[in-house]
């Protein structure tokens, strides 16, 4: 059975028919779905998700995009929030300058939500978007080995991800590796052991290949891993099989 580890059901593209289609994903080969916060919205109907279907897990955080206007009180919340039932890890966290240039702030954010997570003994799930270095740079003197977790969307080079596996990280790998324009991911798939990759939509983003374009969901993981076990030469069932349990220790459910 599939394990989804970051996806976003929060988001207004499911609004028709969330319940729906959450209902019939077990039927559908998905086991287990982590839910991913981003904003303190998001959190919040984070929380509402993983009380309603039982497969449904959590985590709670602020994604760099969101955190210019985070206050005091919001990261008590955080704080707090991360001690319920069925939160799994701190995240989406990290730094992307792609869109934004409040690289103090981010880094701000980044830390202190990381604090967060090695007091709660969770892992962390890291957006990271034209940051590799800052982003390792912050990971590192932050003892980010320690806490542990996965990359998320993994967007940078073997090089790199060779770098994020030494820290002890697990990579996610979703839609993206289907691309026809995928070729440098499908590279550091090659690369990367079976054991240090997890499954993730990023749903509704990144639908993979055939249904590209069309709205993410997670039982569409099926395609990626097709494509993973085709990379390394196994079938696409040992590929479920062990990200799954990856996936299951990453998250110690
Ligand atoms: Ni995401």
């Not at 289907?178 to 690369?191: D, M, P, S, Y």
Request: net charge negative.
């Amino acid at each position: 059975m599939i394990f989804d580890t970051h996806a976003h059901y929060d988001d207004e593209a499911f609004d028709d028919d969330r319940e729906q289609l959450l209902e019939r994903m077990r039927n559908r080969g998905v086991e287990y779905i982590v839910n991913v916060g981003a904003s303190m919205a998001s959190c919040k109907s984070t929380i509402g998700l993983i009380r309603r279907f039982p497969y449904v897990y959590g985590a709670l955080g602020v994604h760099p995009d969101e955190v210019a206007e985070l206050t005091d009180d919001d990261y008590n919340w955080l704080a707090k929030s991360v001690y319920k039932p069925k939160i799994v890890a701190v995240g989406e966290i990290g730094l992307d300058y792609h869109w934004n240039d409040n690289r103090e702030q981010q880094i701000a954010a980044f830390e202190r939500q990381m604090d967060i997570a090695r007091e709660a003994e969770l892992p962390i799930i890291i957006h990271s978007r034209d940051a590799a270095k800052d982003t390792y740079d912050v990971m590192k003197s932050n003892k980010a080995d320690e806490i542990g977790g996965v990359i998320h969307c993994f967007s940078y080079t073997k090089e790199m991800a060779k770098q994020f596996l030494d820290m002890g990280f697990y990579l996610g790998i979703g839609g993206v590796v289907t691309f026809k324009n995928g070729k440098k991911l499908k590279e550091v798939v090659k690369c990367t052991p079976i054991e240090r990759i997890v499954l993730e939509t990023d749903a509704p983003y990144l639908t993979p290949e055939p249904n590209r374009g069309k709205r993410n969901a997670s039982h569409y993981l099926k395609y990626v891993a097709q494509e993973i076990a085709q990379l390394k030469g196994m079938t696409a069932k040992e590929v479920i099989d062990v990200t799954t349990k990856n996936a299951k220790e990453m998250y110690r459910i």
